[in-house]
């Protein structure tokens, strides 16, 4: 099985950073498309950035020029750097993948839509 985990989310000041990791765990053997997403309150989670296997991004248009969403293959872990950080970025970030090969028991298998537990973060002075 696939586990994702995140780390990297607090509380920061407008106009400050912070870097959200996200690792994957488990026998895997590739992931596909990694993605950020994130939800405040009383709305519904929609992504903020994505990266394909080998490297394409995309971003929704309320973080271009700010956040930088980066990857390591071999490390399984996917990144995305807040800069210029607004009150409006305020909310829980969930890390996703839309597919992951693995194996279980040496038998491969594929895990589809997996998400981590999500981390939380808040700007506001």
């Known amino acids: 099985q696939v586990q994702l985990v995140e780390s990297g989310g607090g509380l920061v000041q407008p106009g400050g950073s912070l870097k959200l990791s996200c690792a994957a765990s488990g026998r895997i053997i590739s992931i596909g498309t990694m993605g950020w997403y994130r939800q405040a309150p009383g709305k519904k989670r929609d992504l903020v950035a994505s990266i394909t296997e080998d490297g394409h991004t995309k971003y929704v248009d309320s973080v271009k020029g700010r956040f930088t969403i980066s990857r390591d293959n071999a490390k399984k872990v996917v990144t995305l750097q807040m800069n210029s950080l607004k009150p409006e970025d305020t909310a829980a970030y969930y890390c996703?993948?839309?597919?992951?090969?693995?194996?279980?028991?040496?038998?491969?298998?594929?895990?589809?839509?997996?998400w981590g537990q999500g981390t939380l973060v808040t700007v506001s002075s």
């Open positions: 996703n993948t839309e597919q992951v090969d693995y194996e279980y028991f040496g038998i491969p298998r594929r895990a589809l839509d997996t």
